[in-house]
T-cell receptor, first 115, second 113 residues
Framework: EADIYQTPRYLVIGTGKKITLECSQT?????MYWYQQDPGMELHLIHY???????EKGDLSSESTVSRIRTEHFPLTLESARPSHTSQYLC??????????????FGSGTRLTVV | AQSVTQLDSQVPVFEEAPVELRCNYSSSVSVYLFWYVQYPNQGLQLLLKYLSGSTLVKGINGFEAEFNKSQTSFHLRKPSVHISDTAEYFC???????????FGTGTRLTIIP
């Protein structure tokens, strides 16, 4: 059972629109991530956060922005959507344990299509 | 820096036949290793992970993987596949120091009835 929720699951939107992809987790995990996944391709880390008021850029440059005002909430925003932003966006979270950071939980993803 | 190579982008297998999905990694430090499965239009689900100890790791849905440090490999196996195993499989490595999770390019497993 997923404890990390992403909405919407699917979104088709016109070029130039502002969009926010929601991600919430109920596990109290400190670290959260956004990955971008093009069809049939690997996942690329675009943003991550160590905790409240912490956000960092990932390996893949992205025009999106993120915020972490609450531990459980990590929304991703595109100010002006373009067709090149069409992709699947996966949110994840993890917690540190005695063995290190070993438990990553993923949401079901948001499939974004910009027309 | 760490990296993951999944040598096969697509693997077709007949139902009830065995399968092996290959994964090799590169890292200069100690790592944790993971296999995730992604069903169509879904997120990623953890199949199994290697942290330490026994090199043979058993996961969900009858899958297992063997960590081979000398060959820097973490191949995934199942002795008899089912139609429901059709999915994309991702190998991932985590650097235990900087906690970064790096994914391979994925292997699409297709089960032939």
């Amino acid at each position: 059972e997923a404890d990390i929720y992403q909405t919407p699951r699917y979104l088709v939107i016109g070029t130039g629109k502002k969009i926010t992809l929601e991600c919430s987790q109920t596990m109290g995990h400190d670290k959260m991530y956004w990955y971008q996944q093009d069809p049939g391709m690997e996942l690329h880390l675009i943003h991550y956060s160590y905790g409240v008021n912490s956000t960092e850029k990932g390996d893949l440059s992205s025009e999106s922005t993120v915020s972490r005002i609450r531990t459980e909430h990590f929304p991703l925003t595109l100010e002006s959507a373009r067709p090149s932003h069409t992709s699947q966006y996966l949110c994840a979270s993890s917690e540190i344990t005695g063995q290190g950071r070993i438990g990553y939980t993923f949401g079901s993803g948001t499939r974004l299509t910009v027309v | 820096a760490q990296s993951v190579t999944q040598l096969d982008s697509q693997v077709p297998v007949f139902e009830e036949a065995p399968v092996e999905l290959r994964c090799n990694y590169s890292s200069s430090v100690s790592v944790y290793l993971f296999w995730y499965v992604q069903y169509p239009n879904q997120g990623l689900q953890l199949l199994l992970k290697y942290l330490s100890g026994s090199t043979l790791v058993k996961g969900i849905n009858g899958f297992e993987a063997e960590f081979n440090k000398s060959q820097t490999s973490f191949h995934l196996r199942k002795p008899s596949v089912h139609i429901s195993d059709t999915a994309e499989y991702f190998c991932a490595v985590s650097d235990v120091r900087n906690e970064k999770l790096t994914f391979g390019t994925g292997t699409r497993l297709t089960i032939i009835p």
